[in-house]
Structures are given as C-alpha cells and as structure tokens.
C-alpha cells in the first residue's frame, strides 16, 4: 500500500551512526504514525532517477 504524504510536508533529520558503523535515519513519529510503521520496522531506501529517496517497509519486516 503506497500512501503519498503531504508534498508540502517537509521533515529535516540528521542521520546517526550507531556503534558498528551503521547509518540510522530517525523518522519523526508523526510521519511512522501516518505511514502505519513502528521503530522497529526495517525500511528500504532507494533512490529514483531523480535523485529522490524512497522509503518503503520491507515486506520482509518482523512488524507486519
């Protein structure tokens, strides 16, 4: 299920680092609840022709 969001909508972040070198992008909560996801979701980040970023649920995620 593909829900587009608000495009007036903008969100700032500041990607994180965790101790092994992986990369966090902290989604702010009002965006997870719109969208229906929990922190503990795994997202799929890809990039269009564009260059925009596109962010999906796994459907592999534990938290269906």
Do not use: C
Not at 7 to 27: F, K, S
Request: proline residues 6%.
């Amino acid at each position: 299920k593909m829900i587009k969001p608000d495009t007036n909508t903008t969100y700032g972040v500041i990607v994180q680092e965790d101790e092994n070198g992986d990369l966090l992008l902290p989604i702010p909560p009002m965006l997870l609840a719109q969208l229906g996801w929990s922190e503990d979701d795994e997202i799929v980040i890809q990039v269009d022709d564009q260059g925009r970023f596109i962010l999906s649920k796994d459907s592999d995620s534990k938290n269906d």
